[in-house]
Nanobody
Framework: QVHLVESGGDLVQAGGSLRLSCAVS????????MGWYRQAPGKQRELVAS???????NYADSVKGRFTVSRDGAKNTVYLQMNNLKPEDTAVYFC?????????????WGQGTQVTVSS
């Protein structure tokens, strides 16, 4: 069974910081890229940041310079450090991993954690 469990969401004032965590089990964590997505009310889910198994990172333009994604292989955990938060960052944040098994790619999601940024 694959499990992705997010934590760390909260209500914070604009300009504040939060660190989200995603604990992963059931996959070979070190072999898989991980991603953070977010979905605001009435909007489509969008990619916020991703990190490959080798540590290469990618960010949405809207969060570059403010958010940092990292991973800890010893803890099978991926993190999203969010600084200088803005009201437009308010969303449910989801952890994701796309796992290839033979010809098929399986998409795994956590349950999400709510981030609310007040102005």
């Amino acid at each position: 069974q694959v499990h992705l469990v997010e934590s760390g969401g909260d209500l914070v004032q604009a300009g504040g910081s939060l660190r989200l965590s995603c604990a992963v089990s059931g996959i070979i964590f070190s072999a898989n890229a991980m991603g953070w997505y977010r979905q605001a009310p009435g909007k489509q889910r969008e990619l916020v940041a991703s990190i490959t198994s080798g540590g290469m990172t990618n960010y949405a333009d809207s969060v570059k310079g403010r958010f940092t994604v990292s991973r800890d292989g010893a803890k099978n955990t991926v993190y999203l450090q969010m600084n200088n938060l803005k009201p437009e960052d308010t969303a449910v944040y989801f952890c994701n991993s796309d796992v290839r098994r033979g010809p098929t790619v399986y998409k795994y999601w956590g349950q999400g954690t709510q981030v609310t940024v007040s102005s």
